[in-house]
């Protein structure tokens, strides 16, 4: 206890996390998500009022951290599901995947020429939205040269339409009656980011956070040859890209609970693993949401948001009829 006392001197020393009301609130709420007390969408929800209202009266990398967290909660997870169940997963969704990848990616581009954006927005917000979001826009960017100003606006309209997507997919999902895998598909293709994709499947039951988890993760594997595909259309010169390092730790994680725990053990660890990702994601939605504040949305110009708005429905609808239609 000694130690925790004096850890918190030091940061209350470091000026960057000073005693104000609004990051005792903070602390608060992060504290609720830690305990199940705040669920994920609840979470994000106070991290943008945060945001809007105190985002400029603390230092703390709090987004990085998120980040973070969202990945250990990632790999944790990654124990609780099967090799086998990964592997089915994964080959059951491979056309629908490779279809909204490839539908999105030429959509955008097409309507980022009518809307006579920048070719650079155009291959963010479509790349984003095609893929994974905020990794992916970091990744095309790097191979594109993007600007920051380009970047900054693509990953803000991303993650606006990333909170959206959280608070509304799962009442559209209990609206249509979808099943645990059918939701769990559908929020894999139709959210942006892992972290959003995350937050509504586990509100909405623990199937769907397995088959969305799962879905989603192979989806992100297609950041990199669509860098190559980027960096050759925009004639840059430069290709850059990498294998999110957490995924692999997830199917590491995946293999050693298919081969060398016993399905007891793992029932056992299950009932403490799958509390403790669900927190995690909770929490790192909550400090993922106090990084947008008023100067991020203000910055965001209009047909760029349009473009954002157009090709997420596009993507949102269509993967809900073809999932509801043709999968069980």
Same mark, same amino acid.
């Given at each position: *206890?000694?130690?925790?006392? +004096? ?49 400029? +009266? +603390? ?46 990616? !030429? ?27 905020? &990794? ?10 993007? %600007?920051?100003? %380009? *970047? ?9 339409? %990333? ?88 199917? !590491? ?14 029932? +056992? ?34 047909? &760029?948001? !349009? ?22």
């Amino acid at each position: *206890m000694p130690y925790v006392f +004096q850890l918190i001197i030091n940061v209350q020393n470091s000026k960057l996390f000073p005693f104000t009301p609004a990051n005792i609130l903070l602390l608060v709420l992060s504290l609720a998500c830690i305990f199940s007390l705040l669920p994920a969408s609840y979470a994000l929800a106070a991290g943008l009022l945060w945001g809007w209202f105190f985002a400029d +009266q +603390q230092a703390l990398p709090l987004s990085s951290w998120a980040s973070l967290l969202l990945k250990i909660a990632i790999v944790l997870l990654g124990f609780s599901l099967p090799l086998a169940e990964l592997w089915g997963t994964a080959r059951d969704s491979f056309v629908l995947t490779v279809s909204v990848i490839a539908g999105a990616l !030429l959509l955008g581009l097409l309507i980022a020429r009518l809307l006579k954006l920048d070719a650079q927005q155009g291959w963010l917000i479509s790349s984003g939205t095609a893929i994974c979001g905020g &990794s992916a826009i970091a990744a095309v960017g790097s191979s594109i040269k993007a %600007n920051s100003h %380009n *970047m900054v606006i693509s990953l803000a309209i991303v993650f606006i339409l %990333n909170a959206v997507a959280l608070f509304i997919f799962p009442a559209v999902g209990h609206w249509l009656e979808l099943s645990q895998s059918q939701f769990g598909l559908w929020a894999a293709l139709g959210i942006h980011d892992t972290s959003s994709v995350v937050g509504a499947a586990a509100v909405y039951g623990e199937e769907a956070l397995e088959v969305a988890t799962t879905t989603k993760l192979s989806r992100a594997l297609w950041i990199i040859p669509l860098a190559i595909v980027a960096s050759i259309s925009q004639h840059s010169g430069k290709i850059k890209f990498s294998l999110p390092l957490f995924i692999v730790f997830f199917l !590491l994680a995946s293999a050693i609970s298919s081969f060398l725990l016993s399905p007891e053990l793992m029932a +056992q660890v299950g009932t403490y693993i799958k509390p403790a990702s669900k927190n995690l994601f909770a929490l790192s939605l909550l400090w993922m949401g106090t990084s947008l504040n008023r100067a991020a949305i203000k910055s965001i110009p209009l047909r &760029s948001m !349009l473009l954002g708005i157009i090709l997420w429905l596009a993507v949102s609808i269509s993967s809900l009829y073809v999932v509801s239609q043709w999968y069980p």
